[in-house]
């Protein structure tokens, strides 16, 4: 089945520690997208990437990092730059970029800084 | 900027009752607008868009949307809810400026839906 699929689901980090979520897509879509979900905030964009190794930050870069060396994959490292990094990670993708079609989207990792 | 807003955080709705979740916006040129839903702990689903044409949209789980120019809204209605209609509701826009392309979210209104 085509998707897109992140992980791990649920990971716990000490503070200090860089962490990095995977998200892998058998779409064959173009274009690809993390979103940060904090409650109350909705969805804030951290970076996305249009094409193979090129990426553009988002909104809320500060303490992040990705790369988009293949077009199926696109990890995002929360470095320990990254000042209150416990939130719901979303990873998305779509066909291609100023498309208007619709994100699709992961199931979503939860991080927690303990 | 473009953005968008849903001004009411939850809405409580009994079954079988029609359902409305608001939503306004702000851009420069013409709207692309959608609207998505999250159960909880999952990613986000695609229920509807508008881009161009009819004011009125058709979207999955029998949810529609009506878009109103003068009014700049783009408001998320049902006939009849249901119970498992419940769920968080996001409103979005297409920023497609300045040889960039995203989507643009609202803060998300909870549905609420009582048997």
Sequence with gaps: DGGITQSPKYLFRKEGQNVTLSCEQNLNHDAMYWYRQDPGQGLRLIYYSQIVNDFQKGDIAEGYSVSREKKESFPLTVTSAQKNPTAFYLCASSLAWLNTGELFFGEGSRLTVL | ?115
């Design chain 2, 1 to 115: 900027a473009q953005s968008v807003a849903q001004p009411e955080d939850q809405v409580n709705v009994a079954e079988g009752n029609p359902l409305t979740v608001k939503c306004t916006y702000s851009v420069s040129g013409n709207p692309y607008l959608f609207w998505y839903v999250q159960y909880p702990n999952r990613g986000l689903q695609f229920l509807l868009k508008y881009i161009t044409g009819d004011n009125l949209v058709k979207g999955s789980y029998g949810f529609e949307a009506e878009f109103n120019k003068s009014q700049t809204s783009f408001h998320l209605k049902k006939p009849s809810a249901l119970v498992s209609d419940s769920a968080l509701y996001f409103c979005a826009v297409r920023d497609g400026s300045y040889n960039t392309d995203k989507l643009i979210f609202g803060t998300g209104t909870r549905l609420q839906v009582f048997p």
